[in-house]
């Protein structure tokens, strides 16, 4: 796969991301029943105290970690692919660590999170392909997501 | 080209290719570094993580059950005077009725009742315009704290008994906590209750279980649920007596002017 459409798959699965976590954002401040599949375990989740961290709820961190990766695209080189692997793999991680505690803690899963750890997971893959398949760097050809105009 | 030249020529060839080799070697071996420091970077940050949130995770209620009850003067003026039946407050001919959907461990309720309330009462209901009905929710910490909501509310329509809904209502804003914590216990109902003049706190503790407020508290939630709202605080407007409309509160002057549209 190129870079380029790396770059594609990541940019969608980040604004899919964006969209869980904006919405998940929303019922947090607005105080708005979730939307929720199952009996109640949207609810249940977004109100356990593993709902916010340090204060801060859980979904405006996923809020910001996808605008994060969307930014990350549009720098250029391997500082770019390196950020956007990182934010990607600390989601990854952190979506892992949730998902545990909502099946071993608070006993009940919500479909969102489930939605948004997926993704972020599909994330950590795709940053860590484009990172590590990312092309050469050439003098010539600056950092190396574009070729540089040829001087004629 | 003499064998000399083309001897040279493919040991050039050959030297290129080594160090083309040589520099995709060290680029690949730079890369893997720098994703073995990436990984490091983010095992370390979701072990920072892990361990605010689990410490988090642990946190207990930690409900004051003694000591004065910040408020409680405020909230006596503030109802000072107004007539209060069951949960409605103000003037029983007051021409226009304002329903509030609310849950009393809700903090954008709470936001509502501590900045804008205290002007409705004093601009509209005080004198007369408006009268404002109360219909308690209980789905707020259903899942983490659960029957926490139902029993303030429970308490509420039992103080509401004794002419004194509103006057709990407003105190318990005034000292509501973590939505995601259960803290209303019988202590902090008997703390808040106590410091609102004239309320017989051991009554209103009897007259939970009473089946009349459990009816109000179902029919409360039913009408919630048949007007469309499924956040907290919402709002129905209309003529005293006649149909009601979801009305969104924005401001004092917008309020008045529907008032005013109503009469």
Redesign the interface.
Known sequence: MSDARLRTVIAGLAVLGLAIAAYLTYVHYAHVKVVCLANGGCETVQQSAYAKLAGVPVALLGLLAYASLLLSLLLRGEGGRAAGALVALVGFGFSAYLTYRELFTIKAICQWCVGSAVVMTLLAVATTVRFLRAPAAAPASGPGDYPAARAS | MSSREQQKAEARAAREAAERDA??RA?RTR??Q??GG??V???A??AV??I??SS????KAAAPTAGPVPGAAAVTREFQGIPQQGTVLGKPDAPVTLVEFGDLK????QQFALTSFPAIIQRFVRIGRLRVEFRPQT???????PGDSGRAAAFALAAGKQGKFWNFAELFYANQQD???RYVTDDFLRRVGRAIPGLDVAKALSDRSNPAITATLNQAQTSFTSAGF???PSFLLGHSGGVLKPYNVTSLDQLGAAIDKLK
């Open positions: 520099a995709t680029a890369r893997m720098l994703l990436v990984l970077a983010a095992v940050i979701v993580v892990v605010v949130s988090g995770g642990k946190k809700c903090p954008a309720c789905f707020i910490g259903a899942q983490t704290a939505e995601t914590t499924n956040s907290t």
